[in-house]
């Protein structure tokens, strides 16, 4: 195996899905599906052995959610970078895998090439949210967290130590798009888009680009 290559672990009950997806990261040069699970349980014992970089777990199991499966391999310490793929958009779930940390969030009809570059940009340390999600986001979060009605300019108010760019930045990590996607459209280069968003993370006392998402939605900026 290259050192450069993704290991990957797919956990996902239906049969079909899984031989389908393992089929197409096996046909993709630089991943290697290292294992497989079909319930919660044996996700995380999995996750322990055979320590994958990505995980891309179905959020609906047999035997557990796929939030709890996620609670359950963050106390393990297994540092492995968690992917959604599901066809649950229920904006509740939506939201708790986000608020866990979870890298991507993928609705199942996703082209397979933008499944395999989504993998790369996560393993990378990118975050992805599937346009469809993101209206969710925005039309539906206040019904389950009370949103601040906050204009444009209270939040800057708010958060007076971003800077314009800076805005311009997270506006587009809301939207789920990666460093280079935020290079290319910003005319900037990406290791200045990584930093602007390092910046972001720092100034809103957050943890990850998905929790400054998450926050910036709730605080009404987006």
Known sequence: MNINTIKLMLV???????????????????FEVVAEAET???????????????????????????????????????????????????????????????????????????????VKTVNDGAIWLDP??????????????????????????????LTQREYEVLKLVVDGKSNQEIANQLYISEHTAKAHVCNIIQKLLVDDRTQAAVKAIKEGIV
Do not use: C, W
């Open 12 to 30: 996902e009950d239906h049969k079909l899905i899984r031989v389908g997806v393992r089929t197409l990261f096996e046909e993709s040069q630089g």
């Open 40 to 118: 919660g349980k044996d996700a995380v014992n999995k996750a322990l052995q055979y320590n994958p970089d990505i995980i891309m777990l179905d959020i609906m199991l047999p035997d557990m959610s796929g939030l709890k499966v996620i609670k359950a391999i963050q106390d393990e310490d297994i540092n492995s970078k968690i992917i959604i793929l599901s066809s649950d958009n229920n904006i509740e779930d939506i939201l708790k895998a986000l608020s866990l940390g979870v890298y991507a969030y993928i609705i199942k009809d996703v082209n397979t090439d933008i499944l395999t570059y989504i």
């Open 132 to 161: 469809k999600i993101v209206p969710l986001l925005r039309e539906k979060s206040d019904k389950i967290i009370p949103q601040k009605k906050t204009s444009r300019a209270m939040f800057r108010n708010s958060h007076s130590n």
